[in-house]
Every structure is written in structure tokens, then in C-alpha cells.
């Protein structure tokens, strides 16, 4: 009878591992509990989540000029940036001393500014997606790419110039919550390591099995 119980343990285990490698596709999903996103000086991009621990110091990019027509999309380039000492922790992975590089782009509507004595800007809620690279500073080669989602309150600073027109001064937002996707071939358990591990516990099972159908 306990021999009877561990085999079926042992085979639901293993369609379960099998069918779930199956299932993954090309890239994995996490949590994005919190993104935020300010160009200030030094501009800071910080991510964090479910296994995700991030944030990139990067030199503030200069905005064109810009008008009153519609959504604007605007794109944050992220040079390759040292991070060490900040937090860089991808996947449940450390990643300490390696440099960033990406970009963060997002449209905000600057139909319609809100114009005070001191400030001139719009403010609203606004999807954020970007891409980062992560890469060896010692081979210059890219060992793992994110891509990442939020939603989140944004502040757009403007300024105006003698021409007329104004262009985009600072970007902050709040908090927001998200994704982030890592490729299925990071330093965490792939589809392959599940469907082996999987297939090693059938194997265990049939053995028990087969050893049980000879006694009897």
C-alpha cells in the first residue's frame, strides 16, 4: 500500500512538473510591486518586486521642445550605468557590480497645462514600459535583459522659451505597480531543469512500479 501511494505521489508529481515546463513560455513574469521613475540630478529609476531589487542612477537627459498637441511620448535613455553599491537584484539573482543600460518611455498630454504663478505642468496617471540590459563590465557583454511595466502618477515640469513654444524640464512620478519579464534561460528554474526534473520522478516511479509488478 506505501508503495502504491509513493508511485502515484511520484507520477502526479512528476505530470505536474512536466506539463508546468511545458506551459512556460518564452519569458517569465513577475510581480512589480513598486516604479518610480524622477530625472532631478541625478535622474533615479528604482524597481522593486517579487525578486526584483533595482534602482539606476543616471545623468538627466535634455527634452526637445515640445507643443500643445496631443499625447507627447517621451524617451528616457539610461546610459550604461555603474551600479555599484546600489541594489541589483534581478530574479531572486544578485547582479552587484554589473552596469545598466536601457531606456523608459511613456506619452503624457500636454493639451491642456496647468499654469500657476510658480509652475507650469501637467499632472496625471500614465503607463510606463521600458527595457534594461544588464551587462559585464569586464566583457561589455549583455548577460540578462528586463522589461518592465508600471502605472503610476506623473508630474511633468514645464518650461517655457523665448520662441513661444516650451520644452519638458522634469519628470517625477509616484509609486506605481506593475510587471516585470525576464527571458526563461536566466539564472532561475527553466522549463528544461522542471520538464528533467519531471521526467527523473516518472522514471523513479515506473521503477517502483515495475519492482512492485515482479514481487507480485
Known amino acids: 500500500m506505501g508503495r502504491q501511494v509513493l508511485t502515484r505521489s511520484l507520477f502526479f508529481i512528476a505530470t505536474l512538473l512536466a506539463i508546468g515546463g511545458l506551459a512556460q513560455a518564452d519569458t517569465i513574469t513577475f510581480d512589480l510591486q513598486s516604479g518610480s521613475l524622477s530625472t532631478g540630478n541625478p535622474g533615479v529609476l528604482t524597481l522593486q518586486g517579487t525578486g526584483l531589487n533595482l534602482q539606476v542612477n543616471f545623468q538627466p537627459p535634455t527634452f526637445p521642445d515640445v507643443n500643445h498637441s496631443g499625447l507627447t511620448t517621451v524617451t528616457i535613455p539610461i546610459q ?33 497645462p496647468t499654469v500657476t504663478p510658480d509652475q507650469f505642468f501637467v499632472s496625471d496617471t500614465r503607463s510606463f514600459t521600458g527595457t534594461l540590459a544588464v551587462i559585464d563590465p569586464k566583457t561589455g557583454a549583455t548577460v540578462l535583459t528586463l522589461d518592465f511595466e508600471f502605472t503610476a502618477k506623473v508630474t ?3 518650461a517655457g522659451d523665448p520662441c513661444g513654444c516650451f520644452h519638458i524640464e522634469q519628470i517625477v512620478t509616484q509609486s506605481g505597480r506593475g510587471k516585470y519579464r525576464i527571458p526563461n534561460n536566466a539564472p532561475v528554474p527553466e522549463p528544461a531543469t522542471l520538464l528533467l526534473l519531471g521526467s527523473g520522478l516518472a522514471a523513479i516511479g515506473l521503477r517502483v512500479r515495475r519492482k512492485k509488478s515482479s514481487a507480485e
Open 80 to 112: 550604461p550605468t555603474d551600479v555599484i553599491g546600489a541594489p541589483l537584484t534581478i530574479g531572486g539573482v544578485n547582479y552587484n557590480g554589473f552596469q545598466l543600460a536601457g531606456n523608459v518611455t511613456f506619452s503624457v498630454d500636454l493639451t491642456n
Open 156 to 158: 511633468t515640469s514645464l
